[in-house]
């Protein structure tokens, strides 16, 4: 057994916290955060949450394939255009 | 000349190494099917019995995922990631290294050929 599957799944406390309170509730709005190391659990499916990109909250609605990723993969930190070139102004 | 899992047609090597020119059967795996079927790896191809084919065939079918299927299996996985819009999936999209590696240099695998632009700084001015 490796040393990461004996320690679990990484999942934000605070953050588990209020995906149960929404789910407690009933309401559904996006969950800003900044948890982007956070894994994504079972729990999470159809949670809409906000992750930090380290300059605003890109919207991410987790489906069930993603889980066991962390939701930084999907909150891109880079924008990256394009070189400077013809073809471009 | 013997026929496999339809198309592939080992040759006259051993058929330890002749198994090795099936889509995910690699030395070890080759060795494995040889054990478990007991048959002298270093046996020619050639003299291998129609019978012996068909069990190696099988237990490759049953065992191992080969050729088609594994081919499809790993475009699923790859389109997996695209499609959730993952970082990894978008570096597959985009043909660039998957796994972190640094592309200011190097990455000619993903990248491809070299695409020289004009006026660019030389290795001496990136130092």
């Known amino acids: 057994m490796s040393r990461s599957s004996k320690k679990g799944p990484f999942v934000d406390p ?3 916290f209020k995906v149960q309170k929404q789910a407690e509730t009933g309401r559904s709005e996006p969950i800003k ?5 956070c894994t994504i659990v079972p729990e999470f499916v159809s949670v809409v949450f906000m992750v930090h990109d380290g300059r605003k909250h890109v919207k991410v609605a987790v489906t069930e394939d993603m889980v066991g990723h962390k939701l930084g993969e999907f ?9 400077s070139g013809k073809g471009k102004k | 000349m013997p026929r496999l899992m339809g198309v592939d047609i080992p040759n006259d ?3 330890q190494y002749s198994l ?13 099917v040889c054990e478990k079927l007991e048959i002298d790896p270093a046996r020619a191809a050639s ?31 790859v389109g997996r990631l695209r499609d959730i819009r993952s ?30 632009v004009a006026g660019k700084k030389g290795v001496k001015d990136l130092r």
Request: aromatic share 8%; hydrophobic share 30%.
């Open chain 1, 33 to 37: 955060t900044w948890a982007r190391g």
């Open chain 1, 14 to 16: 605070k953050l588990f």
């Open chain 2, 47 to 77: 003299d291998i019995h129609e019978d012996e084919l068909g069990r190696i065939a099988a237990l490759l079918e049953r065992d191992y995922t080969v050729e088609g299927p594994l081919r499809r299996q790993l475009a699923q996985n």
């Open chain 2, 20 to 32: 090795t020119y099936l889509y995910g059967i690699g030395l070890h795996s080759a060795r494995e």
């Open chain 2, 13 to 15: 090597k051993q058929i």
């Open chain 2, 87 to 116: 970082y990894r999936g978008m570096r597959h999209r985009n043909g660039l290294p998957v796994r972190g590696q640094r592309t200011k240099t190097n990455a000619r695998t993903r990248k491809g050929p070299r695409k020289t």
């Open chain 1, 75 to 83: 909150a891109p930190t880079r924008t990256f255009k394009g070189h």
